[in-house]
């Protein structure tokens, strides 16, 4: 089972929709991170988390230590929100990043 | 927020050569950096983790002596793909942590995809 899980695999929806991306770990962390990596590669920190909830734009991510699960959120969709969404979470014991196999949404006109 | 720079962005090399890609702090100080490699469809997989002034730790699996790591200041890492093959094109992306205030933040290159014909 991966340390790191994430739901769903796949995701369209159409412009203005509200989008949630959820993601559950069994590891201690210390932070967890969400990731947003467009077709070219590149990938771009969206949030790093390590309780409670933050905004910035249309996106809102939470976290829930004590069930270990978060979810990212995206208000009014947009199809320049079409990007592939990962849940990193940053293990408590070796500092290092254990990835969730990433969500792909694409958001229609 | 800190900006970590991978050079070059896109590589194709012939089988048999060897090909470096640089991944670079631009604002902070970095002991250690993170080289990831990732297949299509797929998240990231860890390599290696580069320690500046020591010996890179490879993760079980990876070939040492054929993706050379050097972490020769606090500003650079490099990978070096030895004797490329085809079966080593990929997508390589480096990240650097900074701490701050006692989180560990992680910033990413932008990668590299190498294609080895």
């Known amino acids: 089972k991966n340390e790191v899980e994430q739901s769903p695999q796949n995701l369209t929806a159409q412009e203005g929709e509200f989008i949630t991306i959820n993601c559950s770990y069994s590891?201690?962390?210390?932070?967890l991170h969400w990731l947003q990596q467009h077709p070219g590669g590149g990938i771009v920190s969206l949030f790093m988390l390590s309780s409670g909830k933050k905004k910035h734009g249309r996106l809102i991510a939470t976290i829930n230590i004590q069930e270990k699960h978060s979810s990212l959120h995206i208000t009014a969709s947009h199809p320049r929100d079409s990007a592939v969404y990962i849940c990193a979470a940053h293990r408590s014991n070796d500092y290092k990043l254990s990835f969730g196999a990433g969500t792909t949404v694409t958001v229609r006109a | 927020g800190a900006v970590v720079s991978q050079h070059p962005s896109r590589v194709i090399c012939k089988s048999g050569t060897s090909v470096k890609i640089e991944c670079r702090s631009l604002?902070?100080?970095?002991?250690?950096m993170f080289w990831y490699r990732q297949f299509p469809k797929q998240s990231l997989m860890l390599m290696a983790t580069s320690n500046e002034g020591s010996k890179a730790t490879y993760e079980q699996g990876v070939e040492k002596d054929k993706f050379l790591i050097n972490h020769a200041s606090l500003t650079l890492s490099t990978l070096t793909v030895t004797s490329a093959h085809p079966e080593d094109s990929s997508f390589y992306i480096c990240?650097?942590?900074?701490?701050?205030?006692?989180?560990?933040?992680?910033?990413f290159g932008q990668g590299t995809r190498l294609t080895v014909v």
């Open positions: 990240s650097a942590q900074e701490m701050d205030r006692g989180v560990t933040e992680a910033f």
């Open positions: 590891v201690g962390i210390s932070a």
């Open positions: 604002d902070f100080q970095a002991t250690t």
